[in-house]
């Protein structure tokens, strides 16, 4: 009866069913432990304790199952994770089989676990997981060390993909990490939503103009309630004044200020070309846009401004 329910949880498992249900029927006459067909074995006095290894054939199926004596105990004892010292000490083709080792010890272990929650029972030293999975996470370290090694003495840079700014579908610009991911492109309809390669619509330039509007109203505001903050600080400690801006920054600090969105000459500057410049002085001069310091008038301009400006005002 054990039998027909491990085969039935084994067929109706969408999470961890690693195998197809002609692979699991064509499994039914093997499903138990064939050690019956193995010869004895004669045990050789002068071989060393640590390289025996029982003969033991299982099944694909019972792989991912654990031994019965195993399943009686309430506490399995187990050893303790690899550290990161001990991974360094090893080579590529060692942490290679390594990774695999313990890869089927989670795939295993993740297994019981869902069958012990099937029978309705607690599984045994549940930290076994965690340690395997520590294991793991410490190998993928000692490998992007070696790497990031690699790659500085090859071509002088890490080789790491960094985070970008783009732009989602939504029109909003976001950073963006490139990393390896479950689902493919096609299948993974999170992904195209928020990251897909689609034209925007005529809304999103609505949308974007508001939001960018609302982000900088919000700024606004909290820069406005820091600088009030910080004069009533320079009112009644006047020896500050002369560090003013430095307080200012303390206290955006203190509050947690930060800008709410990418600025526009970020994000909305045009691409130059190699001849030009983001800033050219004399040709604003030139244009009118700007006074000449150096003229004659440019004094009389000034005080000119100045009252076009008051002007205005009233």
Same mark, same amino acid.
């Given at each position: 009866m054990?039998?027909?329910k491990i085969?039935?949880?084994?067929?109706?498992?969408q999470?961890?069913?690693?195998? @197809?249900?002609?692979?699991?029927?064509?499994?039914?006459?093997?499903?138990r432990w064939?050690?019956?067909d193995?010869?004895?074995t004669k045990?050789?006095p002068?071989?060393?304790v640590?390289?025996?290894?029982?003969?033991?054939k299982?099944?694909n199926?019972?792989?991912?199952?654990?031994?019965t004596?195993?399943?009686?105990?309430?506490?399995?004892?187990h050893?303790?994770?690899?550290?990161?010292?001990?991974?360094?000490?090893k080579s590529?083709?060692d942490?290679?089989?390594?990774?695999?080792?313990?890869?089927?010890?989670?795939?295993?272990?993740? @297994?019981?676990?869902?069958?012990?929650?099937?029978?309705?029972?607690l599984?045994p030293s549940?930290?076994?997981?965690?340690?395997?999975?520590?294991?793991?996470r410490?190998i993928?370290s000692?490998?992007?060390?070696?790497?990031?090694?690699?790659n500085?003495?090859?071509?002088?840079?890490?080789?790491?993909q @960094?985070?970008?700014?783009?732009?989602t579908?939504?029109?909003?610009l976001?950073?963006?990490?490139?990393?390896?991911?479950?689902l493919?492109f096609?299948?993974n309809?999170?992904?195209q939503?928020?990251?897909g390669k689609?034209?925007?619509?005529?809304?999103?330039?609505?949308f974007?103009?508001?939001?960018?509007?609302?982000q900088?109203?919000?700024?606004?505001q909290? @820069?406005?309630?820091?600088k009030?903050?910080?004069?009533?600080?320079?009112q009644?400690?006047?020896h500050l004044?002369?560090?003013?801006?430095?307080?200012l920054?303390?206290?955006?600090k203190?509050y947690?200020?930060?800008?709410?969105?990418?600025?526009?000459?970020?994000?909305?500057?045009?691409?130059l070309?190699?001849?030009?410049?983001?800033w050219?002085e004399?040709?604003?001069?030139?244009n009118?846009?700007l006074?000449?310091?150096?003229?004659?008038d440019?004094?009389?301009?000034?005080q000119e401004?100045?009252?076009?400006m008051?002007?205005?005002?009233?």
């Amino acid at each position: 009866m054990n039998l027909l329910k491990i085969i039935r949880w084994t067929i109706n498992s969408q999470k961890y069913s690693f195998i @197809t249900v002609r692979s699991c029927l064509g499994s039914i006459g093997q499903i138990r432990w064939q050690t019956t067909d193995i010869p004895p074995t004669k045990e050789d006095p002068s071989a060393d304790v640590s390289t025996k290894v029982t003969p033991m054939k299982k099944s694909n199926l019972m792989e991912f199952f654990d031994t019965t004596d195993n399943l009686q105990e309430s506490k399995i004892i187990h050893g303790r994770w690899w550290y990161v010292d001990e991974l360094r000490l090893k080579s590529n083709e060692d942490l290679h089989k390594l990774w695999y080792v313990l890869l089927k010890e989670r795939n295993r272990l993740l @297994t019981m676990e869902e069958e012990y929650r099937y029978q309705h029972e607690l599984f045994p030293s549940p930290e076994r997981i965690d340690k395997v999975e520590e294991s793991m996470r410490n190998i993928m370290s000692v490998i992007r060390e070696r790497d990031i090694a690699y790659n500085l003495l090859e071509t002088g840079k890490t080789g790491e993909q @960094t985070p970008q700014i783009r732009e989602t579908s939504f029109g909003l610009l976001r950073y963006y990490q490139p990393k390896e991911r479950i689902l493919p492109f096609y299948k993974n309809r999170y992904y195209q939503l928020l990251w897909g390669k689609r034209k925007p619509g005529p809304w999103t330039n609505i949308f974007k103009r508001r939001y960018n509007e609302f982000q900088e109203h919000q700024e606004y505001q909290e @820069t406005n309630r820091i600088k009030k903050i910080v004069a009533k600080i320079l009112q009644k400690y006047p020896h500050l004044r002369d560090d003013e801006e430095r307080v200012l920054e303390e206290y955006k600090k203190r509050y947690d200020f930060e800008h709410y969105h990418i600025p526009k000459r970020l994000a909305q500057r045009p691409k130059l070309r190699d001849h030009q410049t983001v800033w050219n002085e004399q040709e604003f001069i030139e244009n009118g846009t700007l006074d000449d310091p150096n003229s004659e008038d440019f004094e009389r301009l000034q005080q000119e401004k100045v009252v076009r400006m008051r002007r205005k005002k009233k």
